[in-house]
């Protein structure tokens, strides 16, 4: 799951109750606020995820 959000936001976004109930389902989160600039792309049909080069 890709969550947008900056970092220090006034809305306190995402929740901690949001992200408890998706990792206790395994649920793989990434986090701009945490991970910075996010990348995806499509390689043989699969995407890839990973931190954009600064």
Do not use: C, F, T
């Amino acid at each position: 799951m890709l969550i947008s959000a900056g970092r220090s936001n006034r809305y306190d976004h995402p929740h901690d109750e949001v992200i408890d109930r998706l990792e206790q389902r395994g649920v793989l989160i990434w986090r701009s606020d945490r991970d910075g600039a996010i990348q995806l792309s499509i390689e043989n049909g699969k995407v890839k995820v990973k931190r954009a080069m600064k």
